[in-house]
């Protein structure tokens, strides 16, 4: 969104196929990990959860970044 | 492509059988270097051998391969674990559709050459192949060693071995070690319930469906894991009672047309009515077995014996009260695990023990004998007997080496405490006993370290087993994912006193 003089311009970007699909992919890991982390402590396996909770920061991570570049990669320039 | 990866270079191919096997990185925590000098021969490894040289030992590649194909298998097994819990039949009333339901066995199928079998099993047998092998003497003089270390490790109050922990194992042993076979909770038959023609009434009867579905759930109710009807099989019943000492004589077990099941003083006889069994899977308290091998590990056994005793105790009388004829039995009068694979309860796996789906080979077996007509069940297939011929975990973890490293399953049998004429991984229960011994508890350490004793809180457990059962290219990248997550290690023993156990020991 870019702030002109006098008028707003909204920049709706459509995401390909496959971003969804990633995307609801990396959720269901993100699920998973956390899942795991919290049932391996329950269990007593604090290898598994201490494995599990890195694993589930390095994912949030790695698509934190992945999404920020994207979004500078397809910054709309400024219009007037 | 995924099949190539995996099969060519995650796969492990643990040759145990190298001389070059590596000491585990750490000792556990129980057990001094005196110890470890004195149980050389018994553990060559330590407590777990988890990491080999030369090609078995992974690299960071390997290992980051087999996370990324794991996760992708993962969350598809999970979708499919998820969605799947919808099956029905076998040993539960609603179990996951990767289970699936075959006509024949999987591994353990009988040949004509199977027989009935001796009912003096391996702890009847224990004594005199010592003294064939080691001599006059040597039996007793091990017994007392045992001793000395019991009292030694209770007063230096050694984690897992002090006088509560000890005191914890015999509590738990109670109930099983007051049962004998024909006898109070054991007892062929009725003991208190009132029969049908005491109520007035006729006696129960329903479509054999119908009644299998409600033995199992009386069985659940009662306390039982896992359920399964199977077929009786004379040749899975063994050919004399257990003796509880030797001058006591050998009891034989016949089959007779005769209406009710009877103990005399000199046998027990099975009517031919009797032509279903009841299987039943008790599960251990993962909490428990992952201290083992300590009187903490002895306990999860325990109790599920003591439990065992009180589930065909009273599912025997549920089903005298419908009118039928029961015989509870814990491990005695017949072979508890053949039936329990014919149950479809689980599979033969790698360790020669049974392997459910669910709870992994922690569980203890137990079974009722009726003549109840009940629609029987069909025998499993969830990938084990694949998984097993790659894992090797359990046989690596054996610190007695009494489990079998072959690729294949096979006819050949270790020594008399193994029954021909079907195929398996025999194992060595010699030294496995004599284990036993040097650590003065029962072991169990191949039941903690298999991959599919799991915990069921973490849905990942049940999205790889599933995962398994529709793809065993994956099975080389479980086996390294279950060691790289430290599953199957030893838990200290100290913590459990902290701990507040799961009611009824279920943990």
């Known amino acids: 969104m870019t702030n002109g003089a006098d008028v707003f311009t909204i920049a709706i970007r459509k995401r390909p196929w496959w971003f969804w699909a990633l995307a609801g992919l990396w959720l269901l890991f993100e699920i998973l990990l956390v899942q795991t982390a919290v049932a391996s402590v329950e269990e007593g396996e604090y290898r598994a959860a201490t494995i599990s909770w890195i694993a589930a920061f390095v994912l949030a991570v790695v698509a934190a970044l992945a999404w920020l570049r994207g979004n500078q990669a397809h910054r709309p320039s400024e219009q007037r | ?507």
């Open chain 2, 1 to 507: 492509m995924l099949a190539a990866l995996t099969l060519e270079s995650l796969n492990p191919s643990v040759d145990a059988r190298s001389p070059k096997v590596r000491r585990a990185a750490s000792r556990p925590f129980n057990r001094s270097a005196e110890d470890d000098l004195r149980l050389a021969e018994y553990t060559p490894a330590g407590r777990m051998i988890d990491v080999e040289e030369g090609r078995n030992h992974f690299g960071r590649r390997a290992l980051l391969k087999a996370g990324g194909f794991v996760t992708a298998s993962g969350a598809l097994g999970s979708i499919w674990a998820l969605v799947s819990r919808t099956g029905t039949g076998g040993a539960v009333r609603k179990r996951a559709r990767w289970i699936k339901v075959v006509d024949r066995p999987t591994l353990g199928e009988k040949t004509a050459e199977y027989k009935r079998f001796s009912g003096n099993d391996m702890f009847a047998l224990y004594r005199p192949l010592k003294i064939q092998r080691e001599g006059a003497g040597s039996f007793e003089a091990e017994q007392a060693s045992k001793a000395k270390r019991v009292a030694a490790w209770a007063s230096e109050k050694k984690p897992g071995y002090s006088l509560p922990d000890i005191q914890l194992s015999e509590g738990a042993w109670t109930l099983e070690h007051s049962t004998k076979p024909g006898t109070g909770l054991l007892s062929w038959t009725r003991i208190s319930v009132r029969t049908p023609a005491e109520l007035g009434v006729l006696r129960h009867t329903a479509s054999p469906e119908e009644m299998a579905s409600m033995v199992k759930s009386a069985a659940r109710l009662y306390g039982a894991g896992l359920v399964g009807i199977a077929p009786m099989n004379e040749a899975y019943v063994n050919l004399q009672a257990p003796r509880e000492d030797e001058k006591e004589k050998d009891k034989d077990i016949v089959f007779e047309d005769v209406d009710v099941p009877a103990v005399t003083d000199a046998r027990f006889v099975i009517p031919r009515k009797m032509k279903w069994v009841v299987a039943i899977a008790i599960p251990m308290d993962l909490d428990l077995l992952s201290r083992t091998p300590t009187s903490l590990g002895d306990a999860a056994t325990a109790m599920g014996y003591s439990h065992s005793a009180f589930v065909v105790a009273s599912l025997a009388e549920f089903i005298r009260g419908l009118g039928y004829q029961a015989i509870p039995c814990v491990n005695d009068t017949a072979q508890s695990v053949p039936f329990a694979v014919d149950a479809g309860i689980g599979e033969l796996g790698r360790l020669n023990k049974l392997v459910t789906p669910e709870f992994g080979p922690a569980v203890r077996l137990c079974k009722v004998l009726t003549d109840l007509p009940m629609a029987c069940d069909k025998p499993v297939d969830f990938g084990l007997v694949e998984f097993c011929k790659g894992c090797r975990k359990c046989a690596e973890a054996c610190p007695s080496r009494a489990l079998s490293f072959d690729d294949e399953p096979s006819f050949k049998t270790k020594g008399p405490w193994n029954n021909s004429g079907h195929k398996a991984w025999f194992e060595d229960s010699y030294k496995c006993l004599q284990y036993w011994q040097k650590v003065n508890s029962g072991c169990g350490i191949c039941l903690a370290s298999c991959p599919y004793t799991k915990g069921a809180q973490a849905w990942i457990h049940e999205a790889v087993k599933a995962t398994a059962s529709i793809a065993p290219a994956a099975d080389g990248a479980f086996r390294i994912m279950d060691n790289a997550f430290g599953y199957g290690k030893q838990h200290n023993p100290e913590q459990w006193w902290r701990k507040d156990p799961p009611s009824g020991g279920r943990g």
